[in-house]
């Protein structure tokens, strides 16, 4: 499985091939654009996602609402698109009014592109490296988590921290039942949460923080040792890596176990119910790249928002005088998101490794495939 998209922040539409999804998965729409929606929800958002109603449009690869096995193709149109096709129309911009990025911003991708790409426009650089393009990243996921379910696996996520306001204690059902404008499953800490949003959004300033995934009945043995390119934790890593703004992955205990010894650590095996088990998950659900049967828990660090409405200092790309960087219209944070996304991704990489691993032409293939797969583990 394998997907690619196209499109600008700003452009008509973003554009999404999709390929190796198995032939005849019944498709949810109203359920995949659910999940687009809830991409663009969250406390700390810009005005632009009071424009976009993310839908996505099933081009290609669906007949019946059903996959079948082609490429799938899908459009997300940019309403925003509208206000901006005057600068980002491919052959029919207008130059007159039009005031080119010369002011790079710190954290994000414009000064770099710029050089590597010998642009000195960098809205050429802004239109590409926005996080627009995750909706790919969700749609995509949207359909992977729709596989997922046929064979029984859960995929959640929430906020664990933002801009410092950190959440304990709770459990699978918290995250189930959530109601919170933030993702964090503890009311009290949503209202912190919420107000340090505002504080700084009249700062002009941005909050990162800390998303936290669960991948639940997931049969052990998915990915592989054999390989680097086949570990799926490291493939999980590099993706989630790979979303904008993220700049650190661990997996169940993560950084902190180096403060304990490998007695306290190693996750220890037992055998109960026909089933081998561990006491514990401290490695979050993998040994040797390979799931272990415990729930696969992923967290990933994003840090904050690059636009900031009271810049700090950067450097003019043309005269090299100093100056205060570019400023557009900007979340405060997209933590929230980032968990949405986080979920997403995750969904896609523990897809691709089923797809890989059982035989796949057909949803039906698949989910007996997986399932003589786990009456297998039972009788080892
Ligand atoms: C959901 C989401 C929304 C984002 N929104 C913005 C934004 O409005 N303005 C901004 O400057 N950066 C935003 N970012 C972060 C930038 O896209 C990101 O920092 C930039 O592409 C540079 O990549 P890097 O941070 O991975 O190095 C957002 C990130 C995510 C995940």
Excluded at 168 to 189: A, G
Aim: net charge neutral; charged share 25%.
């Amino acid at each position: 499985m394998r997907y690619i998209s196209s499109g600008h922040s700003h452009g008509e539409q973003i554009t999404i091939i999709l390929e190796g999804i198995p032939a005849n998965l019944e498709l949810n729409l109203d359920d995949i654009n659910k999940e687009l929606s809830r991409r663009q929800s969250g406390y700390g958002r810009g005005n632009r996602m009071k424009i976009e109603r993310d839908q996505a449009q099933f081009v290609g690869g669906v007949l019946f609402g059903k996959t079948t096995g082609a490429p799938i193709t899908i459009v997300i149109k940019n309403k925003d698109y509208k206000n901006w096709e005057t600068i980002t129309s491919p052959f029919n911009y207008k130059q007159d009014s039009y005031r080119p990025v010369k002011m790079p911003r710190a954290g994000h991708a414009d000064l770099v592109g710029a050089l590597k790409y010998n642009q000195r426009d960098m809205r050429t650089i802004i239109e590409r490296s926005s996080a627009r393009e995750t909706v790919s990243r969700v749609a995509v996921g949207a359909v992977c988590k729709q596989i997922l379910r046929e064979l029984d696996i859960e995929v959640l996520s929430h906020v664990i921290n933002l801009g410092g306001i950190d959440v304990s204690n709770y459990s699978l059902d918290d995250i189930r039942t959530m109601d919170s404008k933030v993702r964090m499953v503890h009311k009290v800490k949503t209202s912190e949460a919420m107000k340090r949003i505002d504080e700084s959004k009249l700062e002009g300033d941005t909050l990162g923080g800390i998303c936290e995934a669960f991948v639940l009945n997931v049969p052990a043995g998915l990915g592989s040792y054999v390989s680097h390119e086949q570990k799926l934790d490291a493939n999980i890593a590099a993706h989630v890596l790979g979303i904008q703004s993220c700049k650190g992955v661990e997996f169940g205990d993560g950084f902190d176990i180096a403060n304990y010894k490998g007695s306290e650590v190693h996750d220890e095996i037992t055998y109960t119910e026909q089933t081998f088990k561990r006491k514990t998950n401290h490695y979050g659900g993998f040994e040797g790249g390979m799931t272990t049967g415990m729930p696969i828990i992923v967290r990933g660090v994003f840090k904050p928002i690059p636009t900031l409405m009271k810049p700090i200092g950067s450097v003019h790309i043309d005269t090299k005088e100093q100056v205060l960087s570019h400023v557009e219209r900007a979340d405060v944070t997209a933590i929230p998101a980032a968990s949405v996304i986080l979920e997403h991704t995750i969904s896609i990489e523990i897809t691709r490794a089923i797809l890989a691993q059982f035989t796949s032409d057909t949803i039906e293939q698949l989910i007996d495939s997986v399932s003589r797969y786990r009456d297998y583990l039972k009788e080892f």
